[in-house]
């Protein structure tokens, strides 16, 4: 099935630093889509993307959709500590009867030292 | 701000119980779906449901499991006989149309099989 690798694991920065993750894939994504998740919450819609190429931010944080439809990137600008959670990366096909899921990366706890 | 509710927040049930979660979704969302996240590992897709039917599930949902939309507001997963490794936390989501456009998720359901 499809897998999506998300990187780096963890991160531990200071406030006020800027933060990059990113998603990879060997299959095409026709929809990319980062959340947050909070202890005992459930994952909350940060950016959507829907075309490759696309570049589109929220506030301090800028996503983009890659060229390949196969990769994804979110950054963080000039973080503060209610950053702090697990950003979650997923996909969605969109063709061949898989229309509905969405498929997730595994993770990147952000941990923001003020 | 519309969200997804789902009930029991945390639900403690013997190996071979039959469970059932609640979720009423958002009140004008016609696509509902169910996630899984075991402690500390990705979200996983488990089924979505529109006009009353399953319009795709994964490999994780198998037999023991069904879903049903018992009246005009609630969605429920049932888990026939539960096992040890149905422990998790099980994600609610609705959405609007099936380009996912505002793809909201519940606060979750921790299910603890003993």
């Known amino acids: 099935g499809q897998q999506l690798n998300q990187s780096p694991q963890s991160m531990f920065i200071q406030e006020g630093e800027d933060v990059s993750m990113n998603c990879t894939s060997s299959?095409?994504?026709?929809?990319w889509l980062w959340y947050k998740q909070e202890p005992g919450e459930g994952p909350v819609l940060l950016i959507a993307?829907?075309?490759?190429?696309e570049l589109t931010s929220n506030g301090r944080l800028t996503a983009q959709f890659g060229i390949t439809r196969k990769d994804s990137f979110l950054n963080i600008s000039a973080s503060i500590p209610s950053d702090v959670g697990i950003y979650f990366c997923a996909g969605r096909i969109n063709s061949g009867g898989s229309n509905y899921k969405l498929t997730f990366g595994k993770g990147t706890l952000l941990t923001v030292n003020p | 701000e519309p969200e997804v509710t789902q009930t029991p927040s945390h639900q403690v049930t013997q190996m071979g119980q039959e469970v059932i979660l609640r979720c009423v979704p958002i009140s004008n969302h016609l696509y509902f779906y169910w996630y899984r996240q075991i402690l500390g590992q990705k979200v996983e897709f488990l089924v979505s449901f529109y006009n009353n039917e399953i319009s795709e599930k994964s490999e994780i949902f198998d037999d023991q499991f069904s879903v049903e939309r018992p009246d005009g507001s609630n969605f429920t997963l049932k888990i026939r006989s539960t096992k040890l490794e149905d422990s998790a936390m099980y994600f609610c989501?609705?959405?609007?149309?099936?380009?996912?456009?505002?793809?909201?998720f519940g606060s979750g359901t921790r299910l603890t099989v003993v």
């Open positions: 989501a609705s959405s609007r149309d099936r380009n996912i456009y505002g793809y909201t």
């Open positions: 299959s095409i994504f026709n929809t």
């Open positions: 993307l829907y075309k490759a190429g």
